[in-house]
């Protein structure tokens, strides 16, 4: 049986300034959440402030048994990147949303399986470390709170009419409205009542983002992961994120091991990517990436848990920090795309395969289980039924056909494109000559 965390009232015998103490999975007081119902009751309605209490302790619960089983190592007071990757399993594993990247901050969608109680809990564990900044025990910045939204509303064009005069209030009926709705400073965003998956049709859709971050003069590095994103299926911080080990462990050098979402940092899967992509990324560990680190270390040099992706500071990149490029090549080329489409691409091209490819029922049925469990999607138990007859090596044969294909598609669009660099996308199949790779 689990022991959970849980709150007794304080007799009316005894003074205090609480008016019900919480208890941890030890049964010791835990003060963070007693003062914070003590604070809650003040500013909320007795109903509220109860359920908001229910709601975390639901969810220290949640992490307690997560800590117990090594999955996390995420502790209340823990950095803000540890607080959101333990909220983000809760509302997946136990709250079952779904959860995508957006530009700075996550998106998440309720399921038929997800209780009516996840806006509540996102609101509560919100106002709790609100009120732990406020009160000064928690030393970070709110790490429910998503500072890019905050800073794009402080930015938001509010000129008026007059060149160089400030803005009349409404009021004044001199000015035009401003036509924007308030935008939540909420790093968890909810979003539509039932997720659905995107269906993204267009097989120039890999070349026309490469154009874009060429545009805006992208670097190696950031070209290489979006080839790796489109042709992997990954997620941003599944690919950006890896680590030298990660690639250097894989079976093959056209892969990686990575994480994935509910593996809690684990390397549970693994990702394929071109012949051609291996190529650039071996060029870039052992030319490009010694410019901004420290030894001029190669790859068999460095270390398991170097970063592959380093900043120009030479720290390991984020999925942060690279968002940053992506937004400023699809802002620069009017695209409308975050990077988390080219994980749909991915899926909508090879279920084209699929189609194509299969001759009878039973074929589609196993190549499609094989694209389950690459991808390592839930119900489990689907994915389990099928697992003793997945052959991952033909899964490995349908992908590199993909590979050959997008590679032939892009020639195509060079071919087709009059007004563009033609020598720009030959780079991504190009390696200078002499190298011993």
């Given at each position: 049986?689990?022991?959970?965390y849980?709150?007794?009232?304080?007799?009316?015998?005894?003074?205090?300034?609480?008016?019900?103490?919480?208890?941890?999975?030890?049964?010791?007081?835990?003060?963070?959440?007693?003062?914070y119902?003590?604070?809650?009751?003040?500013?909320?309605?007795?109903?509220?402030?109860?359920?908001?209490?229910?709601?975390?302790?639901?969810?220290?619960?949640?992490?307690?048994?997560?800590?117990?089983?090594?999955?996390l190592?995420m502790?209340?007071?823990?950095?803000?990147?540890?607080?959101?990757?333990?909220?983000?399993?809760?509302?997946?594993?136990?709250?079952?949303?779904?959860?995508?990247?957006?530009?700075?901050?996550?998106?998440?969608?309720?399921?038929?399986?997800?209780?009516?109680?996840?806006?509540?809990?996102?609101?509560?564990?919100?106002?709790?470390?609100?009120?732990?900044?406020?009160?000064?025990?928690y030393?970070?910045?709110?790490?429910l709170?998503?500072?890019?939204?905050?800073?794009?509303?402080?930015?938001?064009?509010?000129?008026?009419?007059?060149?160089?005069?400030?803005?009349?209030?409404?009021i004044?009926?001199?000015?035009?409205?401003?036509?924007?709705?308030?935008?939540?400073?909420?790093?968890?965003k909810?979003?539509?009542?039932?997720?659905?998956?995107?269906?993204?049709?267009?097989?120039?859709l890999?070349?026309?983002?490469?154009?874009?971050?060429?545009?805006?003069?992208?670097?190696?590095?950031?070209k290489?992961?979006?080839?790796?994103l489109?042709?992997?299926?990954?997620?941003?911080?599944?690919?950006?994120?890896?680590?030298i080990?990660?690639?250097?462990?894989?079976?093959?050098?056209?892969?990686?091991?990575?994480?994935?979402?509910?593996?809690?940092?684990?390397?549970?899967?693994?990702?394929?990517?071109?012949?051609?992509?291996?190529?650039?990324?071996?060029?870039?560990?052992?030319?490009?990436?010694?410019?901004?680190?420290?030894?001029?270390?190669?790859?068999?040099?460095?270390?398991?848990?170097?970063?592959?992706?380093?900043?120009?500071?030479?720290?390991?990149?984020?999925?942060?920090?690279?968002?940053?490029?992506?937004?400023?090549?699809?802002?620069?080329?009017?695209?409308?795309?975050?990077?988390?489409?080219?994980?749909?691409?991915?899926v909508?091209?090879?279920m084209?395969?699929?189609?194509?490819?299969?001759?009878d029922?039973?074929?589609?049925?196993?190549?499609?289980?094989?694209?389950?469990?690459?991808?390592?999607?839930?119900?489990?138990?689907?994915?389990k039924?099928?697992e003793?007859?997945?052959?991952?090596?033909?899964?490995?044969?349908?992908?590199?056909?993909?590979?050959?294909?997008m590679?032939?598609?892009?020639?195509?669009?060079?071919?087709?494109?009059?007004?563009?660099?033609?020598?720009?996308?030959?780079?991504t199949?190009?390696?200078?000559?002499?190298?011993?790779?």
């Amino acid at each position: 049986m689990v022991n959970r965390y849980y709150c007794v009232k304080c007799p009316k015998t005894i003074k205090s300034s609480y008016e019900l103490l919480v208890f941890d999975q030890k049964n010791d007081p835990f003060m963070p959440l007693t003062e914070y119902y003590a604070d809650c009751v003040k500013r909320y309605s007795a109903n509220t402030a109860k359920s908001y209490l229910n709601r975390l302790m639901e969810f220290f619960t949640w992490v307690g048994v997560a800590k117990t089983n090594q999955l996390l190592e995420m502790k209340w007071d823990s950095n803000p990147e540890m607080v959101r990757v333990a909220v983000e399993y809760y509302l997946m594993d136990e709250l079952r949303c779904k959860v995508a990247a957006e530009d700075s901050y996550l998106y998440v969608n309720l399921t038929r399986k997800s209780p009516l109680t996840v806006k509540s809990f996102l609101s509560a564990i919100k106002s709790f470390y609100k009120f732990a900044c406020r009160a000064r025990i928690y030393k970070f910045a709110n790490p429910l709170i998503d500072i890019q939204s905050v800073i794009n509303s402080v930015y938001l064009d509010k000129s008026g009419e007059r060149p160089d005069a400030p803005r009349m209030p409404e009021i004044s009926g001199t000015e035009e409205p401003i036509s924007y709705r308030k935008i939540t400073d909420s790093y968890f965003k909810m979003g539509a009542s039932e997720w659905e998956p995107h269906i993204i049709n267009d097989r120039y859709l890999p070349d026309r983002v490469l154009e874009a971050g060429h545009a805006v003069g992208w670097t190696l590095r950031e070209k290489i992961a979006t080839l790796m994103l489109f042709e992997t299926g990954a997620r941003v911080s599944e690919v950006v994120e890896l680590l030298i080990g990660d690639y250097r462990k894989a079976k093959r050098e056209t892969e990686a091991m990575t994480f994935s979402k509910r593996s809690y940092g684990k390397r549970v899967k693994y990702i394929q990517f071109s012949p051609n992509t291996a190529k650039l990324l071996k060029h870039y560990i052992n030319h490009e990436r010694i410019k901004y680190t420290t030894g001029s270390k190669q790859l068999n040099d460095l270390n398991d848990n170097d970063p592959i992706f380093v900043t120009s500071r030479g720290t390991g990149l984020k999925r942060e920090a690279w968002f940053y490029h992506w937004n400023k090549a699809m802002k620069y080329n009017g695209l409308k795309l975050n990077p988390h489409k080219a994980r749909h691409w991915f899926v909508t091209t090879r279920m084209k395969m699929i189609y194509e490819r299969a001759k009878d029922e039973s074929e589609f049925h196993r190549y499609k289980e094989q694209l389950i469990v690459y991808m390592k999607w839930r119900p489990q138990d689907t994915v389990k039924a099928y697992e003793h007859y997945f052959n991952q090596e033909e899964s490995r044969l349908i992908q590199l056909e993909m590979h050959e294909q997008m590679k032939h598609t892009q020639h195509e669009y060079i071919k087709n494109k009059t007004n563009y660099v033609k020598n720009y996308l030959l780079i991504t199949i190009y390696i200078p000559p002499n190298n011993n790779y």
